[in-house]
């Protein structure tokens, strides 16, 4: 028969195994979560090229706040300043009196909204150049044709027109857009402006 303290050192081993397998459970190392793409898109705004390279890869990877960054926060005296175009100017013109960031903010999250995970607004930019660049601003212009892959009654599923943006470099030495004009590009295409309106409205 085999003593006693040979129970007790058993069980005292057995005790010690079992802490040690609490223990190393406990703090065993979890495998990383991918990191979001979509945040790590942002490039520090350091040219005006690199300004409209964010506001294409923010409507890519739907990031509401990438997209907001791509404009100018009120700054000594300065206020982005959006220009719609003269089809929407008539129809919504108490919309875009009150235009600001936070409606661009409010507009782009609705479009968004409706999306499935494999899905993102479609931006083409065609004739696209910096008509100007000085040291302190530039301006930028595009034909587009939007396709924000969503239903809204009553509009078509392209939106096509002319954008000019006029970027601004800020305090802090990053580019941002400063104003936003939209135009017509023909007189039967629904501009981005009649887009903003809806989702706002």
Partial sequence: MLPLSFFALILRFIIVLACTWL???????????????????????????????????????????????????????????????????????????TWSIVRERQ?????????????????VLTNNRFDAILPDSALYVADYILRPNITIQGLPQDFAGRMLLTLRIRSNGFWAISRWIDQQSNATSATWSILKARLVN
């Fill in 23 to 97: 223990f190393v459970g406990c703090f065993a190392t979890r495998t990383p979560e991918p990191p979001d793409l979509s945040r790590s898109q942002f490039i520090p705004p350091t040219s005006p090229q690199i300004v409209i390279d964010n506001f294409r890869s923010s409507l890519r990877d739907k990031f509401a706040e990438n997209f907001v960054q791509c404009f100018t926060p009120t700054e000594n005296s300065q206020q982005f300043f959006f220009e719609p175009s003269a089809d929407a100017a008539g129809r919504f013109s108490t919309i875009f009196s």
């Fill in 107 to 123: 507009a782009f999250l609705t479009m968004i909204a409706p999306l499935q995970a494999s899905q993102s607004p479609q931006l």
